[in-house]
C-alpha cells in the first residue's frame, strides 16, 4: 500500500522554546533512559537518526527500525560526522535558536532499498532549497506498528538553515564562524546567512510546494518501474472535489470519509489501546467499504454495457423496419423520404463501424490482461489465452454452421470437429488456471481494474460518439416514420397470395427456431456462471472458516458415496446370508459371515468417520452463526451477489427473450394451420391479399404506429386466414385475373368443406 508522509520539524516545540537535548531524547525515546546525553538537541537528533549509541539497543530498534542508509554533505571539518557538524551548530549558533531542520518522509515498502534512495536523491539534487546546505540523511526500516505483516520504510534529512554562500564555497569557514550571526557589512568576517525559505512567512506555502514535489518524485519512480500505486499530498475534501470534477463518482464516493485520526506512535504499539482498536476496525470498514464500492462500479458498468448494447440493437432494428418497401415505394415520390432513408443507411453503417472499436468494460479487462505493454501477464500466459480465444472463436463458428446444415453427414463431421475444439478448449482452461487464479488476488484485480479504467477513459470519446449517432438515428427513424404515416394512404399495399403468405410464414418459423437454439446455447452457457443466494451463501461459509466448510462437505459426500459402494459390494453376500439362514446349515452360515465381516468391519469405520465430520460440522455451525461471522459472512455475500449480478442480470434478460421467442413460435406455428387451409382453398385460383390501407376512418398506418414491415403484414394475413376477427375486416382479396378488389371473408369448417367438394366436382363434371 503506497503510504504518503510529509513534515518538516525544528528544534523548537509548538510554543517556539527551545528544547534541551535531554528532553528531546527522551521524547524521541519514549522511555526516558537516556541520562548520559549531551544537553544539545543537534548533537542528540544526529545520533538518533543515524542510530549511534543508545539509539542503537535492540528494544529501541524493535520500535524505531534500524537505520539502512546513511548520507551526508557536510564540510571538511566535520569529517563525514553528522553528530560533530550539529554539535557545533549548538555550540556556536545563537541561543534559544532552531538549530537544525528535519525532514521526515514516508518510503514505499513497495519499491526496493536502491529505489526509495532514488526518491531521496532525486529530491535532494532537484529540489532548490538543499542545493546550497549542509545535511545529513539516513533512512530507518522498521515493522509497522498496526500491522505486523508491513514495513515502514521512512527517512529523516537534518539539515542545517544556513547557506553555503560564494565565500563558504572558495574557503570554508571554521565552525565557530560559520553558525556565527551574519554580518552584512563585513560578510567575510560573520557568520553564513539564514534561509528565509521556510521560514514563519512562507512555511505554509512552501511546505505545500514541497510536498508536492515530493509526491511528483515517488509517482514518477512508481512508474518508471511499472509500479500500479501513487500518493497524493492534498487532502481527502480537495481529492474529492477533483475526483468529482473529473466524473470519477466511484473515487468520490470512497474518498467521501473522515481523515484517519493520528493516536502517536508509543499508542499504536499498545493492541489492547481502546484508540487502536478503534483505529484498525474503522481502517476494516474503510477496505470493505473500498471493495463493494468497486464491485458496484463493476456491476454498473456492465450494466451500462448491455442496456447501450440493447438500445443500439433496438434503434437499429426499428430504423431497418422503417426502410421497407413501402419505403422504396414512396421514394421516387416523395423527396424527403429519399434523403431521410440514405442518412438512415448511412448512419447504420456508421454505428456497425464505430460499434466495432467502442470497449466494453469486459473487453477492457481482457485487453488490460492480455496487452504486452502492461506485463500482467508472461509470455506463455498470452500464447494460451491466444490459443484460447482462437479456439473459442472456431467453436461458435462450428455451432453456427451445424444450426445452418441440413446434411445429416456434414452435420456429424461438424459434431465431430466441435467435440474436439471444445476438448481443446478444455485442455487450455486448466493449463490457465494458475493464470486465472492469479487474477483473483487483489492486487492484481486492482492493477486489470485501473489499467481497464484507463482503457475506458481513452475510449470514452468514441461510445460518446456512439451514442450520439444512436441518437441521431432515431431522430431520423421517427422523422421518417412520421413522413411515411402522412403518405401511407396513397401507397399501393403490398400483395400476396396464400401460398406466398405459406413461404414466408415457413422461413419466420425458421428464423424463430434459430434465434431460440442460439439463445437458449446462451443461456446453458451462462446457467454454471450464475450464482444462487444458496450457492453466494456456502462460497461465503467457505471464504469465512478458510475453506475448512468445503472440505467436510467433500469429507462427507466421499463417506456417503463409499457407503452406498459397500452396501452394493455386500448386497450379493446378505442375500446368500438370508438363503442360508433359511436351512440352519451352521457351516455355511459361518462361511458367509466371514465374508461379510471385513464389510461390517469397514461400514463401522465408515460410520464412525461420518460421527466425526458431523461433530466437526457442529463446531463450525456455531462458529458460523456467532454474530460476528454471520455480519460478516452477510458482507462477502453481498459481494458475490454484486459482482455476479451483471451476469444474472444478462441470464434473466435471455430467459425472457427465450420466453418470447417461445410465445412467436407457438403463435406462428398455431397461424400455419389457417394458412394451409387457405392454400388448399386458393388452388387453381389467382387470388392475392393484401392490407387496406384505409377502411372507413381507420387506417392500418395508424394502428401499427406507421408503415407497416413485410413481416407484420404476412402475420396480420395469417391471422386474417385463421378467422381472426380483428385482422379480417383489415384484409382486402384481389383477384389477379380481373383485378376485382373485395372484402376477404373467412370461411369457416363447414363452408370449407362445401367449398372443397363444389371445386372437385367442377373438375370431374
Known sequence: MAFY?????TSKDKKGNFIPGKKHAD????????????????????????????????????????????????????????????????????????????????????LTLEQNIEIVNTILNNYEYFQDKYYAVAIHDKQAALDDNKQQIHCHIMVSDKIIDEIEKTNERPPEQFFKTYCRVNTDKGGAKVDRYFSKDNFGKNLTHFRKHYCDVTNAIFRKYGIDKTIDHKSLKMQREEALRNGDYVR?????????QYIGTIASYDKNNPLVQKLLENRKYITERTNLLLAASET???????I????????????????????????????????????????????????KDVLSFEEAKALAKYDSKYDLMTKDEKALTNKLLNFNQKSIELQNKIVNTDNDKIRQQLDNELEKTNKAISALKVQLRPTNKKFTQSAFKAKVTKKANYLLLENAPLREKLELLKDKLDVQTANLKQILKENI?????????????????????????????????????????????QRAREMAYNVATNHKYRELKEAKRLIAKEKIKLEQEAKPLINQLEYVQKFDDSYSLNQVKQQLQPYITKYHELNVKE????AKFNELEAFINSPEQQEKIQSIIEGILTKNSPIKYQYDTLREQISSLKTELKELKNLSVGVNNQVRLDKNTNFKYSIKLQTGTTSVANISGGSMSSSDTIKLLAQAFNGVEGAIPLVAKIDEQTDEVLDYKHLN?????????????????
Open 308 to 355: 447501450l448494447i440493447d438500445k443500439i440493437n433496438s434503434s437499429m432494428k426499428e430504423a431497418n423496419d422503417a426502410i421497407d418497401e413501402r419505403c422504396n415505394t414512396l421514394e421516387s415520390k416523395v423527396a424527403d423520404i429519399s434523403i431521410l432513408k440514405n442518412d438512415i443507411l448511412f448512419l447504420l453503417n456508421q454505428i456497425k463501424e464505430t460499434s
Open 5 to 9: 508522509h510529509c513534515s518538516i520539524k
Open 489 to 533: 394512404i396513397n401507397l399501393p399495399a403490398q400483395s400476396y397470395s396464400a401460398k406466398e403468405v405459406k413461404t414466408i410464414l415457413d422461413n419466420l418459423v425458421i428464423d424463430v427456431k434459430n434465434s431460440l437454439e442460439y439463445k437458449q446455447q446462451e443461456y446453458k452457457s451462462l446457467t454454471s456462471r450464475v450464482i444462487s443466494p
Open 300 to 306: 454498473e458498468k456492465n450494466i451500462k454495457d448491455t
Open 611 to 614: 460421527q466425526d465430520i458431523f
Open 252 to 260: 468520490a464516493e470512497i474518498l467521501n470519509r473522515p481523515a484517519e
Open 749 to 765: 369448417i363447414v363452408d370449407k368443406r362445401a367449398k372443397r367438394s363444389n371445386a372437385i366436382l367442377k373438375e370431374f363434371s
Open 27 to 110: 521524547y524521541i525515546n519514549r522511555e526516558g533512559e537516556y541520562k548520559d546525553y549531551d544537553n544539545k538537541v543537534g548533537l542528540a537528533h544526529a545520533e538518533y537518526i543515524n542510530r549511534e549509541k543508545d539509539f542503537a539497543r535492540q528494544e529501541f530498534l524493535r520500535k524505531h527500525g534500524q537505520c539502512v542508509y546513511k548520507a551526508n554533505k557536510l564540510p571538511k571539518w566535520a569529517k563525514g560526522n553528522p553528530s560533530e557538524f550539529f554539535k557545533s551548530a549548538d555550540v556556536y549558533g545563537r541561543k534559544n535558536k532552531a538549530s537544525y531542520r528535519e525532514f521526515e518522509l514516508a518510503l514505499q515498502e513497495e
